[in-house]
């Protein structure tokens, strides 16, 4: 304040639409964006509409739309996923992966599309006091990263789906699902290039929080295929593996030096729910590990 002209309000409790809340005895935080989200449901007329287990159907794939969208269908499209990003940025890492694949489409939907991103808002209808919270009082909440990829292709362009999500304090703090930009021949690629995005945005949070005062030697870094995790472990070169893109193998330069791999199971690696449509059940288990806990009030 003596060098910048500002103002201290004390602490916050209400940024950029996220509300925040303390207890102190229990050394919790957490945040959730409830208010904006009510708005979004009553916007579109969705507040009397039957909430959904998940955010999308098992098994849906969306596909191109070989007509062109009326300009009604694509205000309205673009108009829902837009909110719905702006929630899934936020707070609700439980819909990533719904709300990108769905953005894909937003050049032209078709009504398919529409009515599986009002699906979304189903679900966050039955789930609108989902908060994320974080809780400092158990040593065992340190930095963790889990990485997967999908390797059933996308019917359209045949790239797959990778996902990273990022935890600390017992909740997520960063969290990506997006489309490789190459075709992988294999799931082995498939998540050797999921291990080396995961590893650059590592890189980042670690230097961020190191210039905050908090030095991280090593962080975990979770994947649930042992090629993978053995390829990025051994700088060995085999005949199906040497195609590889060189940028991906940077990721050897960092292992034990400040990124240490571990074996995650397919069945308990959250990460799963960012790269496909998930069974409820399972889908569930995955969204309890996130952090996320229904707020009574």
């Known amino acids: 304040m003596a060098i910048w002209e500002m103002r201290d309000l004390w602490e916050a409790d209400e940024f950029l639409g996220m509300t925040i809340q303390r207890n102190r005895p229990l050394r919790q935080i957490s945040i959730d964006q409830t208010a904006y989200l009510n708005k979004v449901i009553n916007r579109f007329n969705m507040q009397n509409a039957k909430p959904a287990s998940t955010p999308l159907p098992m098994g849906y794939t969306p596909h191109i739309s070989l007509e062109k969208a009326s300009p009604e269908l694509l205000h309205r499209y ?19 992966y719904a709300v990108i694949k769905l953005s894909m489409y937003m050049a032209n939907p078709n009504q398919s599309h529409l009515d599986k991103a009002l699906y979304i808002l189903r679900y966050l209808n039955g789930t609108s006091k989902y908060h994320l919270q974080y809780d400092g009082t158990t040593e065992n909440n340190g930095l963790i990263t889990f990485c997967d990829s999908d390797y059933g292709s996308d019917p359209d362009t045949r790239k797959l789906q990778s996902g990273m999500l990022v935890k600390l304090a017992g909740a997520a703090i960063c969290w990506k699902s997006r489309k490789q930009d190459t075709v992988a021949l294999s799931s082995t690629e498939a998540e050797y290039v999921s291990l080396s995005d995961s ?6 949070i670690r230097s961020l929080l190191g210039e905050i005062g908090f030095e991280i030697p090593t962080v975990p870094l979770c994947g649930d295929n042992q090629g993978s995790l053995f390829m990025a472990q051994n700088p060995i070169t085999e005949s199906r ?8 193998h940077f990721i050897r330069q960092k292992i034990q030096k400040i990124i240490q791999l571990y074996y995650e199971p397919t069945e308990t690696n959250v990460a799963d729910m960012l790269t496909k449509n998930l069974s409820p059940d399972k889908y569930r288990n995955c969204r309890d590990k996130l952090g996320l806990h229904f707020a009574e009030k």
Not at 241 to 248: A, G, L, P, T, Y
Request: hydrophobic share 45%; glycine share 6%; net charge positive.
């Open 241 to 248: 593996s040497k195609h590889i893109d060189i940028k991906f």
């Open 78 to 96: 673009q108009s829902v996923i837009g909110s719905l990003m702006y929630l899934m940025l936020g707070t609700r890492p439980d819909i990533n």
């Open 199 to 204: 590893i650059r945005q590592l890189i980042w």
